[in-house]
């Protein structure tokens, strides 16, 4: 899912989320990198330094700007890894598993 893995680190997620700032040539300085290191630490519920599917949807759900309708959609996109129109038992575990310990 993240290029290889299941789970995404935290430098992973900033280094994608720098890249993809300049990609959309927007201007950004070192300390709204600090702030995505910030960003990660609050989608990172279960505090182990990764976020899984579970974890990146919920963060997605709170950080999506739009209409309820548009983020419930970018969610279930998130939740479907197979991209079927559906969310299967195992995907459906894959989201709790960051929750377990919260």
């Not at 290029?3 to 680190?9: A, C, I, P, Q």
């Not at 279930?76 to 894959?94: P, V, Y």
Request: glycine fraction near 8%.
């Amino acid at each position: 899912m993240w290029f290889g893995s299941r789970e995404l680190t935290k430098d992973r997620f900033v280094d994608i989320a720098v890249m993809l700032l300049g990609q959309q040539n927007i201007p950004h300085n070192p300390r709204e990198r600090e702030d995505l290191y910030q960003i990660f630490d609050s989608m990172d519920f279960d505090r182990n330094g990764t976020l899984s599917t579970g974890e990146w949807a919920a963060g997605l759900s709170v950080f999506f700007k739009g209409s309820m309708e548009e983020a419930v959609r970018a969610v279930f996109r998130c939740l479907d890894a197979n991209e079927n129109g559906a969310i299967s038992k195992s995907e459906l575990q894959d989201v709790s598993t960051g929750f377990a310990d919260f």
